[in-house]
């Protein structure tokens, strides 16, 4: 009876299938009777604002002719790099704004339940202050063992475990990058001490230079990409323009070698302004922005505040105050920088791309809802005049998103891996030829 029952199994199944397939012709049909027009016209403008969407990445460079040396070798670096001439075709489930956004909180639901693939090291700081480093390792079969080290930075209210960090320092991985994510200080599950606290969105510039001895003990004479999201473009974008005399392309003019050497800065969904751009976030985003604040930088390291002084423990009840507008939250995050007035804050954290002069990638979308397009706009100048700069344009994508057709990976995170290593090869190319940096 066992053996007989065994042999019916597929036969049961395959009449299961037939039932589904007919419920589901069944309920079409009843959908197409009751809707009728509608449906096929729901259908037809959903496919066709979905077209609209679909674009070639724009990539603008400099039009300036001036260091026309410096222009062809970022034409040499964007030309080794498919994904920034590619045709972009967004998620088709979820091509708007929103949509990526949602499905971005679904990425980070699917990290929060995986393993680590971090293999993490807590550094001391020179002000005896802990942050944490996380490092994913290429397998051997792939490595590249003088190959670039990327270094990336996070955005504003997440850190390493985020989908956006996680799933770029895999895919750098993959492609054989050793890779180090920076968590600032008050991330990466480590409290502050009152003595030493202190902190900002956009980092500290000492910070990440310890954290880039730190890279040149274990990865000695390998260059560095730094890489930064959102907020963390900010940084990464400031601190290349800051640190333009560690460049890889020039002679090292006497510098320790113990120092690495940067190759080239990628800004990922950059905002180009510390304050204009918080300004200029629409709702609803404003509010998650203005809440994830409130926790991030305030609520959850309210005790070590209260320790610190008095005017911390002021900006502890202002921020938590619920009548305080976004603004006035953002203004008094800032004064836990440690920097004093808001103008010495502006000036030590504001980047500043004309003086960039490191092979550096902007990524953008238009229909970005954090960084909004006008941003972009607004610096357009900069772009045309620097020719260390190239921007790639994309028409949707959101923030921190710009997931393939089905979903699963995201376009930016090729277009950082193809310049990095198109910048890594194009260095090589031009020591081997004895050429250096004007």
Known sequence: ENSRAGSLDPLCGMQLSRARAGSLLRWTRWATQKMGWRLWVLLVAWIAHYLHGVRRVR???????????????????????????????????????????????????????QWSTYKRQIMTLR???????DWVVPQPEVALPDGPVCVLLHGAIQDSRSSTMKDLAKELAARGILTLVMNRRGYGDLTMDASTARVTLFGFDEDLDEVLLEVGRKAPGRPVAVVGFSCGSGFAGRYGALRSHLSAWMDDNGLSRTIPRLLCVVCYDPGFHVVKAMQKVPLPYRWGLDLALRYQYVYRHRETWKQKSPSSAEVVKMVLDPAQSFDNVYRNVTKLSGFGCSNTWLEKQQPSLKDMQLPCLLINSRDDPICVWENVEEHASYIEQNPYLAL??????????????????SVGNRMIGDFVLASWAELKETKGSGERSP
């Open 59 to 113: 990539l603008h460079l400099a039009k300036t002719r001036a260091t026309d040396s410096v222009r062809e070798r970022m034409q040499r670096i964007v030309a080794r790099c498919p994904s920034l001439h590619m045709m972009y075709w967004p998620t088709w489930y979820a091509h708007t704004a929103l949509q990526q956004i949602i499905l971005l909180g679904l990425k980070e639901m699917r990290c929060a339940l």
């Open 127 to 133: 002000d005896t202050s802990r942050i944490s480093l």
């Open 392 to 409: 790639a344009e994309l028409q949707r994508g959101s923030h921190g998103c710009k997931f393939d057709l089905w979903g699963f990976n």
